[in-house]
């Protein structure tokens, strides 16, 4: 037996001032669209921004369902819908952040495990890294330089 030490690394900024141009403006969009989440059932508001190569931006929030498995994430709402509009355009990043009524978040919240799968689809395909940049409602703002460097081991259409 042989052990195989995995290790990542992530930029943590201060806060959203602190990130570059425009990953700011990006940040900022996914606030925008955070205030449109559909979420009566976990009041958990999230807001997912993506920019493309061309700079189009595409946007979207969680939507739950009375269903509760029904209802999606706030980046896979922006992901698949990039993928379905511009399927032939690469995805350069992607900003996250969340709101809950209960308390101010100030921890960055990772996208969950289904959702760094789904982008990883993307990035995969593209050959290119999508920059992930996550944070709550205020404070600290964390930088993957790849999905992948949030999902090691990651399984892709070459183990099919
Ligand atoms: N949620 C997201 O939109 N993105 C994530 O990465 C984690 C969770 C949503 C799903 C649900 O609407 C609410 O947050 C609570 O889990």
New binding site residues.
Partial sequence: MKEKKIITTVQVFESIDELPKDAQALMMEAQKIRGK?Y?P??N?L?G?ALRLDDNTIVTG????NAAYPS?????RTAIYYAGSQYPDKKINSMA?C?KSPQKVITQP????GS?RQAIAEYEVNQQQPIEIYFMGEKGNVIKAKALLDLLPLAFDASFL
């Avoid at 929030?61 to 739950?64: A, G, K, L, P």
């Fill in positions: 989440a979420a059932y976990s958990f999230v997912a929030s969680n939507q739950e209802g999606l994430c706030a980046e996250i969340v919240t990772p996208p969950c959702c």
